[in-house]
């Protein structure tokens, strides 16, 4: 039985052209679903769109995260003891879907769940659920063919990683399947991690133009609304995500999430972010 062949205008590219009629820098940030829970997850998704967030980062959880830092880590921890996982975040997704059909999702994460649940199976789960791009943290280009063409199947992306450690062969590669943007990362080392200068972010940015038309996204390191606005002098688009989370997690010191507070003082956060940008 031949496939179905996705017609739909993919979420990313149809930002991207929005906001290069506006004019703007794409901002986006990284969350891992359900953490701390699920309706709180979702309440946070929302809560990210109302505060200008152009671009949304959800991880699903799991207990090996390599790539990432020790905020991002303990998100990940907090998530799964509340039951979260690959499913669940799918559910989440879905849900979120019922309200907003516009905002980009990115699924990020690590080879295994995808490998368990089988590449087919996976992009199917993945479109149905709302989802436009996919990062696979651990899965070089070199091994991801039949996802790939897996994903261009269902008119999911895979979004490339340029870390300073790889060579231009490693992520400038053009088969369906790819897309969306490319994530450059400046610096070497985990999320959350050491920031790059602005003559490197600078340097990683003109390396990811050079071999690739795909708009440039630049994450890692970016802790400051000042930093954030440095990389949007260069990039298309900034992604912030670990000095948000520090950020919540330190809200809720101050105050129980149930607070009707608490999502208005998450709105200020972003919106500092999002002036900068």
Not at 14 to 40: I, N, Q, S, Y
Not at 73 to 102: I, P, V, Y
Not at 209 to 231: D, I, S, Y
Request: charged share 25%; with cysteine.
């Amino acid at each position: 039985m031949a496939r179905k062949t996705y017609k739909r205008e993919n979420r990313i590219d149809a930002m991207f052209a929005r906001l290069r009629k506006e004019k703007r820098t794409a901002f986006a940030t990284f969350t891992v679903g359900g953490d701390p829970t699920f309706e709180e997850s979702l309440a946070r998704l929302k809560t990210f769109v109302e505060a200008g967030i152009d671009l949304i980062e959800i991880g699903y959880p799991f207990s090996d995260p390599i790539l990432d830092g020790a905020t991002i880590q303990k998100a990940n921890r907090r998530a799964m003891a509340a039951g979260g996982n690959l499913s669940k975040t799918f559910e989440l997704c879905t849900a979120f879907r019922k309200e907003d059909d516009t905002t980009p999702l990115v699924l990020m994460g690590y080879a295994n769940p995808i490998i368990a649940l089988g590449y087919e199976r996976f992009a199917q789960k993945a479109a149905a659920a709302g989802i436009d791009g996919i990062i696979a943290a651990d899965l070089s280009l070199r091994e991801a063919g039949d996802l790939l063409k897996a994903l261009a199947r269902h008119g999911l992306y895979m979004i490339p990683l340029a870390a300073p450690t790889l060579e231009a062969k490693d992520f400038a590669v053009d088969q369906p399947g790819l897309g969306g943007f490319l994530y450059c990362i400046p610096v070497v080392g985990p999320t959350g991690g050491p920031s790059a200068s602005q003559d490197a972010i600078a340097e990683a940015v003109e390396r990811c133009r050079r071999q690739v038309r795909l708009p440039v996204m630049v994450g890692f390191g970016v802790k400051t609304p000042e930093m954030a606005a440095g990389v949007a002098s260069v990039a298309d688009g900034v992604i912030v995500a670990t000095a948000l989370i520090d950020a919540f997690v330190a809200l809720e010191q101050e105050m129980p999430l149930a607070d009707p507070a608490f999502q208005s003082r998450v709105a200020e956060k972003l919106a500092a972010f999002r002036a900068a940008i």
